[in-house]
């Protein structure tokens, strides 16, 4: 019988995004289920991940596995006959896990700050925030991708923030683009695969979300 894959998602979520580009890149056929994580979390979704409460999710044969980087994880483990991912080397399979690891807790912790402070501590979030994509674009060096020559973990994990850029550089009126031009070569280079393409959100509405989403805080 064929897998059942499901995948829990919220549209403009860059944790969603790094497991469609895993299932695309793996050629997986999969069920699309958008959640409404704001106002309404689904009786499926709570039940799939009763301790974060949180998309994605990915349903494989009824089995939930939740957190993006241990799904994304999970499905080259699974379907490993197609474009691996993780490194075969277990100390740059540990270093790939670092640098996600350094992307959800310095990257993704930090982004919000960068436009919900505002003045002086706004300057010193948007810098700290640059640092931190300065420090991956060193990370990158001149390799073409994360990994090296071959589209992996760390690529498909920090990837799916690039289609933030715009709004986080339009609401907190600062450039992260002109700080690295190296990480945008190696977006550029990222988004000519299908699989990234084809999963990424449209910047622009990414945009209209960040602007909402902002008002019902009630931020100025
Ligand atoms: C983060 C998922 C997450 O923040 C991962 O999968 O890697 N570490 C997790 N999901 C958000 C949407 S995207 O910002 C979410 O589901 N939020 C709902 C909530 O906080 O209640």
């Known amino acids: 019988m064929a897998d059942e894959v499901i995948l829990l998602d919220f549209c403009i979520s860059m944790f969603g995004m790094r497991v469609r580009i895993a299932l695309a890149e793996k050629g997986i056929n999969y069920e699309y289920k958008e959640q409404d994580i704001l106002m309404n979390k689904s009786d499926l979704l709570l039940k799939m991940n ?9 349903i494989h044969n009824n089995n939930p596995v939740c ?12 379907w490993n006959d197609k474009n691996p991912l993780m490194p075969s080397d277990p100390y740059e399979r540990a270093q790939a896990r670092f640098w996600v690891d350094y992307i959800d807790k310095k990257l993704y912790e930090n982004s919000s700050r960068t436009w919900t402070t505002k003045g002086e501590e706004q300057e010193a979030a948007q810098k700290e925030f640059i640092d931190h994509f300065k420090l991956l674009e ?17 690529d498909v994990s920090l990837i799916s923030f690039y289609c933030w ?26 988004m000519e695969r299908d699989s990234v393409a084809k999963s990424l959100q449209d910047e622009k509405t990414i945009y209209e979300f960040l602007l909402e989403y902002k008002k019902s805080l009630g931020i100025e």
Do not use: M
Request: charged share 20%.
């Open 50 to 58: 009763p301790v974060h409460k949180k998309i994605p999710v990915l």
């Open 67 to 78: 957190e993006s980087s241990i799904i994304v994880q999970y499905i080259d483990e699974v």
């Open 138 to 154: 060193q990370q990158l060096g001149n390799k073409p991708y994360f990994g090296g020559d071959s589209f992996g973990f760390v």
């Open 165 to 190: 850029f715009y709004a986080w550089e339009k609401v907190g009126n600062f450039s992260i683009g002109e700080s690295c031009p190296k990480l945008i070569e190696w977006a550029k280079r990222c």
